[in-house]
């Protein structure tokens, strides 16, 4: 049995486990789970943990997540202030993809203000935890936000049919990447 419940500082390593278990960029050295990390995750469970949930094992262990950031403007700020140079002293050259990837989400935030990463582990998808971790979200922002949005890789067929079904729009594409977005009442 899973349960969906807000992130605690506990999780955080959990958390950074998941997100290099399910990533699709490289992650064989320090250097390159640092940067995943750097541009994936830390700013979220750092600067804004009270819109993370995280999906738990019956023994309490996270399997699973959601991060997000309520407003754009003060993610974009806050990473390229503090994130970014970290980012740059580890490679200039993902640091200019993250600040791309910044850009190209940056131009979506005036009606989707929020933004949110999902990861489970292999094992636990399928079995609606996806939705479940959206629903917390979504709950979460009601009245905060008018509106989610995310970046999902164009070929990823499992990632889009699930943001398909939960009611994601495409809202923009660049190389090869997709922005998806979904309005808040």
């Not at 949110?116 to 709950?139: K, W």
Request: glycine share 8%; aromatic share 10%.
């Amino acid at each position: 049995m899973v349960i969906i419940r807000p992130y605690q500082e506990k999780d955080k390593q959990a958390v950074r486990d998941i997100c290099i278990a399910t990533s699709s960029l490289p992650v064989k050295t320090q250097r390159q789970r640092e940067l995943l990390l750097l541009q994936y995750c830390d700013y979220y469970l750092e600067q804004e943990p009270e819109s993370c949930f995280i999906a738990a094992d019956e023994a309490d262990r996270p399997v699973g997540y959601i991060l997000c950031s309520k407003d754009f403007k003060a993610y974009q700020q806050s990473f390229l202030r503090e994130y970014l140079p970290r980012m740059r002293a580890l490679s200039a050259f993902r640091a200019i993809g993250a600040r791309g990837e910044i850009w190209f989400t940056g131009r979506y935030a005036a009606r989707y203000p929020s933004h949110m990463h999902i990861d489970i582990l292999d094992g636990f998808q399928r079995q609606g935890i996806g939705h479940r971790l959206v629903d917390a979200l979504t709950a979460h922002l009601s009245g905060r936000s008018q509106g989610v949005m995310l970046i999902v890789g164009a070929e990823n067929e499992k990632g889009l049919s699930f943001y398909n079904q939960y009611g994601f729009q495409k809202i923009g594409s660049a190389a090869g990447a997709l922005a998806m977005g979904l309005r808040l009442s």
